[in-house]
């Protein structure tokens, strides 16, 4: 099976790890999404009122900013060259936007 | 909880981690970042069950629905700002070159989760008898 072997491109990780952290990233907000949609499900369960449409939309924002977050990372390791660490204010950001949902959710709760 | 502080300030900071020791190979940091990512999705689920205890079992007594979500939600809080805190921790570790810092929080939180599952199957199953 020496046909498929070449030689690998220096400009590669052989562990994939941007990928994986990339794919990580779309994981994550496909959770958001699906919370988000519960977030609307809940708000908008006994027909529009205003409080609904207003959590609604404020989840919709929220979820928004967590999807430009991932973007900018993923963006960010697919430069060429070693990838960049996670920046703090990055990572406290996209925990902000799930604190800030649970408090949505917490208010719809009540 | 002093050291807790000071790690609420390093969340803000990313150049003061920077400061310390000497960068870590690039994989170690994204392994890091993956490990955060996927405490972040463990919170998503938490408030996603929050969500699902609220909507989906609405014959529930009300202070059984509303206390049982709101449990849920307050560990999916805990979660995601401990994951940052773990996360911060952690780089920080790798930049000194010290251990990894060992954590109760996966235990207690199994704890919580599982004490949340019992008290749902006996209010379910104690709905159905009535």
């Known amino acids: 099976m ?9 400009g590669r990780d052989p562990g994939l790890q941007p990928e994986r952290t990339r794919l990580a990233w779309r994981r994550t907000t496909l959770a958001c999404t699906v919370v988000t949609a519960l977030a ?11 409080p609904g449409l207003a959590v609604t939309a404020l989840c919709c924002v929220l979820w928004a900013a967590f999807l430009l977050l991932a973007q900018l990372r993923i963006r960010a390791l697919a430069r060429p060259g070693p990838p960049p660490a996670l920046a703090a204010r990055h990572a406290t950001a996209a925990v902000l936007c799930t604190v800030a949902v649970a408090v949505c959710a917490a208010a719809l709760v009540l | ?3 807790f502080v000071r790690n609420v300030r390093l969340w803000f900071a990313p150049e003061e981690v920077r400061k310390e020791g000497s960068t870590p190979d690039y994989r170690f940091s994204l392994a890091n970042e993956r490990t955060f990512l996927a405490w972040l999705r463990t919170a998503l689920a938490l408030i996603a069950g929050g969500f ?3 909507q989906f079992l609405p014959r529930l007594p009300q202070g059984w629905r509303i206390g049982l979500a709101l449990a849920l939600l307050g560990a999916g809080v805990l979660c995601s700002l401990r994951a940052v805190d773990h996360w911060v921790r952690c780089e920080r570790a790798m930049r000194r070159g010290e251990d990894l810092p060992a954590s109760r929080f996966p235990a207690v939180l199994s704890l919580l989760v599982t004490a949340v599952a ?10 159905w008898a009535a």
């Open chain 1, 2 to 10: 020496s046909t498929g072997t070449r030689p690998p491109d220096p």
């Open chain 1, 40 to 50: 609307a499900r809940s708000a908008l369960h006994g027909g529009p009122s205003a």
């Open chain 2, 1 to 3: 909880m002093i050291d």
């Open chain 2, 52 to 54: 699902a205890v609220d």
């Open chain 2, 118 to 127: 019992v008290v749902m199957v006996v209010v379910v199953f104690a709905g």
